[in-house]
């Protein structure tokens, strides 16, 4: 494809997740790392074009680097316990310094709305200021954290008034205790904390790191929270001073999803765009940690007419499939099966028993070309046969023009249309001549 038409296709395609994102609450955690970073403004540019598409955002920023080179230029040493740092008073002084100069930094971008710029007319409004409660770690294992905290509560009600107004919110690592005192919060707490009390759509984690892999090294798409739960059971514990390691990343994402949290993404901040790519791509670029089911085979519903029309509309046109209306489709629904990956019906099929023969039809088996071969066929298949079983159905039969190498390879048998049942057999389309194909269950 020529640029043109490859941008138009991706924008084509985005078009079920922005819909699907527009008013939804979106809580995104990123490490001071990438503000010093030179791609920082192109991520800025991507927080103004969702905030223009009516995603609600809430931004957790750190500032890890820029406390390490406060004290080291003021030649004051830091000590982490626990993962942690023990805040003193000197240190504290480096950590306000720090914070404030990047909370400062990231309003001034997104109050750039140069002319020929991604920000041009943008007009975003960013709100910051004590949303967060927080009391001190105190002593743990005889250590004195100091001026080291934790959430102890979130102002949801505030930051939800402010999101309904389409300002974006920022929050800082740094909370109040109800006594005036300033404390050092981890900023990935912050962001689980908040995203928990906000009940968010979405939590999204930019790492430094290259996100969460496999046995092969590929990053691993997708996780349901027992399968992260089984992942860091089989990890070491960390041994590292920063949030860098991948497991507490996964710890988080996996206590989020236990606490209401819908889903939680961990991406790799140094791909330019990434946080786009993840949210308005099928397979994202990311690992997508999911308390609800990702992909899964379930029965379709009056909501589905719109995707499966979507989906059987090409090989409609092609022949491959029985035309259907949208009207026809809606009155057998109930026939239906879908397989639905994060919001999208990528497989459907259609099972029409007839119990007094103890036959049933396989109909409409369709599967998006972006997953064919990927074996979703199969396990549809698979599924619609047993239920055809438990019905007490004997014989499953279908009609094809183009697929009966296929269904042949599935046992299906080529018979003669005189073998259909009677009601079938006196609906067959003699133009279309599909051919018909069984097999005994």
């Known amino acids: 494809m020529t640029n043109t038409q490859s941008f138009v296709a991706g924008f084509r395609n985005s078009a079920p997740y922005i819909n699907a994102l527009r008013t939804r609450t979106l809580v995104i955690s990123f490490g001071g790392e990438a503000v010093i970073d030179d791609k920082f403004p192109n991520f800025i540019h991507d927080i103004a074009l969702l905030n223009s598409l009516g995603i609600r955002l809430v931004l957790v920023h750190g500032a890890r680097p820029q406390i390490a080179r406060c004290l080291k230029e003021k030649q004051i040493s830091s000590e982490f316990v626990n993962n942690l740092r023990v805040t003193n008073a000197a240190t504290m002084n480096c950590v306000k310094q720090a914070v404030g100069n990047v909370r400062v930094e990231i309003e001034a971008l997104m109050s750039m709305g140069l002319a020929n710029s991604p920000m041009a007319g943008a007009k975003i409004r960013v709100i910051s200021g004590n949303f967060m409660t927080a009391r001190p770690l105190g002593i743990i294992n005889g250590v004195d954290h100091d001026h080291t905290g934790e959430v102890r509560r979130i102002d949801h009600a505030s930051i939800h008034n402010h999101l309904a107004n389409g300002e974006i919110v920022l929050l800082s690592p740094i909370g109040y205790s109800p006594t005036g005192e300033i404390l050092n919060v981890n900023a990935e707490d912050v962001a689980s904390a908040v995203a928990i009390e906000l009940k968010a759509d979405k939590l999204i984690y930019l790492t430094e790191n290259q996100g969460i892999k496999d046995n092969r090294k590929k990053i691993i798409p997708a996780l349901q929270v027992s399968e992260a739960e089984s992942l860091l059971n089989k990890k070491r514990k960390p041994t590292a001073n920063t949030i860098t390691n991948k497991s507490d990343y996964l710890e988080k994402a996996v206590y ?42 379930r029965p379709a519903t009056i909501d589905d007419v719109g995707g499966i029309l979507e989906l059987i509309s090409p090989l409609e046109n092609k022949d491959v499939l029985v035309r259907r209306s949208r009207d026809h489709l809606e009155l057998e629904i109930n026939h239906f099966t879908v397989v639905e990956r994060d919001g999208a019906i990528i497989a459907c099929s259609a099972l029409y028993p007839n119990a007094k023969e103890n036959i049933a039809e396989l109909a409409c088996l369709a599967v998006h070309p972006d997953y064919q071969n990927t074996g979703r066929g199969n396990i549809l298949f698979e599924y619609m046969e047993k239920q055809a079983q438990e019905m007490g159905i004997k014989k499953l039969f279908v009609l094809t023009t183009q697929t009966a190498h296929w269904f042949r390879e599935r046992g299906f048998k080529n018979v003669d249309i005189k073998s259909l049942p009677v009601k079938r057999k006196n609906m067959y389309n003699y133009k279309r001549n599909a051919k018909v194909y069984v097999k005994t269950l």
């Open 256 to 297: 989020a999803c236990r606490h209401d949290v819908k889903r939680v993404h961990i991406i790799d901040r140094h791909v330019d765009g990434a946080l786009i790519e993840e949210l308005f791509t099928r397979d994202g670029i990311g690992t997508l940690i999911s308390a609800d089911i990702y992909e899964g085979l």
